[in-house]
């Protein structure tokens, strides 16, 4: 067990959780946070050449046709990705 200390600027100051042998310490730090969030979820990229965009520079075929689908995943990414605004320097 490694039994490094991570510490996690997005949790209460004080709390404490063993996971895959790390240690997450939270610090409370809603600034350090936002600047972590920001840097870890991609926001689209507009792409000049088309409509549409990238997302985390990967480029994304259109949907074509009848398709319908839904990621829990995808609402929630894409509630943080309009709730927040994209950080040049992240």
Known sequence: SHNTVVHNPCTFNGYQIEWKGHHLLGTGDSEACVR???RLIPHLEPDTA?????????????????????????????????????????
Do not use: C, I
């Open 36 to 38: 972590q969030v920001k």
């Open 50 to 90: 088309k409509l549409g965009g990238r997302v985390g520079g990967v480029e994304h075929p259109e949907v074509r046709g009848k398709f319908f689908a839904m990621s829990l995943y995808f609402f929630s990414l894409d509630s943080l990705r309009e709730l927040s605004t994209a950080d040049p320097e992240a």
